[in-house]
């Protein structure tokens, strides 16, 4: 079992409080939990609306809640399944680790390098000022890109299987972010980004 207080990488960017846990989860762990939401959670694909024209996501994604609450983003409104044990187990280890309640589980499916995440910032309205955002990676590596929305500053860092990215402050009101494509043969990537909805 992986410490519960692995290694922490503060990313020291301005307006932002970003910090990075490579070993939140040890490999064997990862490895179980990838495998096992792959196969049970009830993934979809959700139209989005990009400069009035409609395309299917380019990733699945899921949503878990221990509320009723909706999330919505891009136009997609999404309703939430209750928490499987294996979210919930997660979820669990995330709290006491971070010392915050999470109501809410958004699960993405990255099925190869195609499927990806475009600029944004998680700023939608249910989740309140300066939400808490925290992202368990599980499987294939990929690079998760950072851009200032005003000043010219622009960071990049490896997400690896079994880690946890923590964003919390003034994030959201000063940087985007993404998982860009690549052409790159690779395999699958979850992530389980956990939030507050009241």
């Given at each position: ?151 010219d500053l622009k960071h990049k860092i490896t997400l690896e299987h079994g880690s ?35």
């Amino acid at each position: 079992m992986a410490s519960l207080f692995p290694d922490e990488i503060s990313l020291n960017l301005p307006d932002s409080d970003i910090s990075y846990f490579p070993n939140f989860l040890s490999e064997e762990e990862a490895t179980a939990y990838l495998k096992l939401l792959k196969e049970k959670v009830p993934w979809q694909q959700d139209n989005i609306k990009v400069f009035g024209k409609v395309h299917p996501q380019p990733r699945l994604t899921s949503l878990y809640a221990s509320n009723s609450k909706s999330y919505s983003y891009s136009n997609i409104t999404m309703v939430p399944n209750s928490f499987s044990d294996e979210i919930l187990q997660l979820k669990e280890r995330v709290e006491a680790f971070s010392k915050i309640e999470f109501t809410t589980c958004l699960l993405n499916l990255y099925r190869d390098g195609k499927d990806s995440n475009g600029w944004h910032a998680d700023n939608e309205k249910e989740l309140g000022v300066n939400p808490v955002i925290a992202s368990i990676s599980l499987g294939q590596e990929r690079f998760f890109h950072l851009k200032h929305k005003s000043k010219d500053l622009k960071h990049k860092i490896t997400l690896e299987h079994g880690s946890l990215l923590v964003m919390k402050g003034a994030t959201q009101h000063h940087w985007l972010h993404q998982i860009p494509k690549t052409a790159k043969k690779i395999g699958a990537r979850i992530n389980l980004t956990f939030r507050v909805i009241k």
